[in-house]
């Protein structure tokens, strides 16, 4: 049973345009929640975070919004740029001063177009 | 270079041999972590270690498989009697837990393990 899920495997975006990555997760015990950045032959990158008792966090060009009632996050980049091509994972963890085991979601695969 | 690293970064084995994977943490990070991605899913949590202590394994980490930090720095995994299902990228990452919380987890770039 996935607890993180996201249903876009892939999106695109034009260049200088807002890309929108969503992430639906199912456990109520999470409070905790990351995206990660991966390239292809890397690891994944930390991006950004957002702990349960914010709805937003704001990072440059990235913003992460979250939606407590809807068990729904989701990652903002404004503008794209060609070098945010890549997997994005959304993730989730119960408690940030815990184990910090983390559960991703599958990945969503974005291309920006030049 | 003071990221996580990983080695080897590509490992081809036969079934039924034995694999060892070496993670060097970022070297002030006392929480190290192993994880588990193949071909279109998420990385899947194996286990994790404060320090040399492990202290939470994941379901998936079978019988086969064993980690080791023995000094709390570098970690090893161990993949016993490897099978096909086994083939999948190893990602290591790690994290500093103190009185302000964790930090984010931070990846290495992973081993690639084939088992043909």
């Known amino acids: 049973d996935q607890q993180v899920k996201q249903n876009s495997p892939s999106l695109s975006v034009q260049e200088g345009r807002i890309s929108i990555l969503n992430c639906d997760y199912t456990?109520?015990?999470?409070?905790?929640f990351l995206w990660y950045k991966k390239y292809p032959a890397e690891g994944p990158t930390f991006l950004i975070s957002?702990?349960?008792?914010?709805d937003k966090n704001e990072d440059g060009r990235f913003t992460v919004f979250l939606n407590k009632s809807a068990k729904h996050l989701s990652l903002h980049i404004v503008p794209s740029q060609p070098g945010d091509s890549a997997v994005y994972f959304c993730?989730?963890?119960?408690?940030?001063?815990?184990?910090?085991?983390?559960?991703f979601g599958k990945g969503t695969k974005l291309s920006v177009i030049p | 270079d003071t990221g996580v690293s990983q080695d080897p970064r590509h490992k081809i084995t036969k079934r039924g041999q034995n694999v060892t994977f070496r993670c060097d943490p970022i070297?002030?990070?006392?929480?190290l972590y192993w994880y588990r991605q193949t071909l279109g899913q998420g990385p899947e949590f194996l286990t994790y270690f404060q320090n040399e202590a492990q202290l939470e394994k994941s379901r998936l980490l079978s019988d086969r498989f064993s980690a080791e930090r023995p000094k709390g720095s570098f970690s090893t995994l161990e993949i016993q009697r490897t099978e096909q299902g086994d083939s999948a990228m190893y990602l290591c990452?790690?994290?500093?837990f103190g009185q302000g919380g964790n930090t984010e987890a931070f990846f290495g770039q992973g081993t690639r393990l084939t088992v043909v």
């Open positions: 070297s002030e990070h006392n929480r």
């Open positions: 957002i702990s349960s008792i914010k």
């Open positions: 990452a790690s994290s500093k």
């Open positions: 993730a989730a963890s119960r408690g940030r001063a815990g184990s910090y085991q983390l559960t």
């Open positions: 456990n109520s015990m999470f409070d905790y």
